[in-house]
T-cell receptor, first 113, second 119 residues
Framework: GENVEQHPSTLSVQEGDSAVIKCTYS??????FPWYKQELGKRPQLIID?????GEKKDQRIAVTLNKTAKHFSLHITETQPEDSAVYFC????????????FGSGTQLTVLP | GAGVSQSPRYKVAKRGQDVALRCDPI?????LFWYQQALGQGPEFLTY????????KSGLPSDRFFAERPEGSVSTLKIQRTQQEDSAVYLC?????????????????FGDGTRLSIL
């Protein structure tokens, strides 16, 4: 089955700096890659997603890039703010099954004021 | 309701007891997923429903775990004879389309989860 590796596990940045989180996946058939933000005790919230027919997608301060050849994708957050502090999860979905998501292990992002 | 609703939010049970966790998906969503999230980890897939049909239960850790969605809307995850290793947050997610239709790969929307603690 699919396996998703995520790093770093923790990331601290100064307010206003950029943050980058990287993920790799194992199944070349995977074609949908969402990113979720989870605050302590709260539900995972979708912040951006990308499909395999697209190499990059941007939404205000958040962007995701996908390299299908290398089987990796990255989340970029620019101009970070303290409210960006949370755990971020990448995930991959493989067709032909239930399209369940296989998640990475998460990155604890801390934005220091 | 605007989002996926789960109840109870917290459940404490003694080892050996049975528990039932409820998920109310977004109205009209065909697909429903259950995930288990251990502390400090990403969610892990348990089972998938398309309407009332349970199409994939490959993630259920043992035969003590049972899920149903009899009318294609509300779903219940039941754990029998609970063990301490069952302690986790159980998340439910729904999405608009089925796994093969034109709405496939629609975003999954999660509920707040049920935090289960087995004593």
């Amino acid at each position: 089955g699919e396996n998703v590796e995520q790093h770093p596990s923790t990331l601290s940045v100064q307010e206003g700096d950029s943050a980058v989180i990287k993920c790799t996946y194992s199944d070349s058939a995977s074609n949908y890659f969402p990113w979720y933000k989870q605050e302590l005790g709260k539900r995972p919230q979708l912040i951006i997603d990308i499909r395999s027919n697209v190499g990059e997608k941007k939404d205000q301060r958040i962007a995701v890039t996908l390299n299908k050849t290398a089987k990796h994708f990255s989340l970029h957050i620019t101009e970070t703010q303290p409210e960006d502090s949370a755990v971020y999860f990448c995930a991959a979905s493989t067709p032909g099954s239930a399209r369940q998501l296989t998640f990475g292990s998460g990155t604890q992002l801390t934005v220091l004021p | 309701g605007a989002g996926v609703s789960q109840s109870p939010r917290y459940k404490v049970a003694k080892r050996g007891q049975d528990v039932a966790l409820r998920c109310d998906p977004i109205s009209g969503h065909v697909s429903l997923f259950w995930y288990q999230q251990a502390l400090g980890q990403g969610p892990e897939f348990l089972t998938y429903f398309q309407n009332e049909a349970q199409l994939d239960k490959s993630g259920l850790p043992s035969d003590r775990f049972f899920a149903e969605r009899p009318e294609g809307s509300v779903s219940t995850l039941k754990i029998q004879r609970t063990q301490q290793e069952d302690s986790a947050v159980y998340l439910c997610a729904s999405s608009l389309g089925g796994h093969r239709d034109s709405y496939s790969n629609q975003p999954q929307h999660f509920g707040d989860g049920t935090r289960l603690s087995i004593l």
